[in-house]
């Protein structure tokens, strides 16, 4: 399962996000992923989250790439419940119109591994078109 958090730069995503993730591993029976661009959040997170700062990954440079990591991470820790990915339009070279298509993807691996995907995009519901109505907004 997908859910969504859209809007402009600025508009509070990141704190809710964090504000979520937070809130889920003190709820949760099993593990919280964390992957945000650097490590500037890392604080802001509570310890029991796996935090995954993907400038350490530099060499993940598109969708693919990047769907495969998240399959190495799965791989790594069947106990994960969430995983929340922090302005994915600045990870790996993931485009607008990329999204409809990565999405898909990661409902899938959701729906397979019984995985919640919180995904924050920069853009506003407008600019993702018909992905803003597919999947849950949590905003």
């Excluded at 530099?58 to 069947?78: A, L, P, R, V």
């Excluded at 302005?87 to 919640?116: C, M, P, Q, W």
Aim: one cysteine or more; a negative charge.
């Amino acid at each position: 399962m997908v859910k969504l958090l859209a809007g402009r730069k600025g508009s509070g995503k990141t704190k809710s996000m964090i504000q979520l993730a937070n809130d889920r591993v003190e709820n949760s029976d099993g593990s919280v992923v964390f992957i945000n661009k650097n490590h500037r959040l890392m604080y802001d997170l509570k310890y029991k989250i796996r935090v995954v700062c993907m400038e350490e990954y530099e060499e993940i440079t598109n969708s693919d790439e990047y769907i495969g990591f998240i399959y190495g991470i799965i791989s790594s820790d069947h106990d994960i419940e969430a995983i929340f990915i922090d302005s994915i339009l600045k990870h790996a070279d993931v485009s607008i119109e990329d999204l409809t298509e990565f999405l898909e993807r990661l409902n899938d691996i959701g729906e397979k591994y019984e995985i919640e995907f919180i995904v924050s995009i920069s853009a506003s519901a407008n600019e993702i078109g018909d992905v803003a109505t597919q999947y849950e907004m949590l905003n």
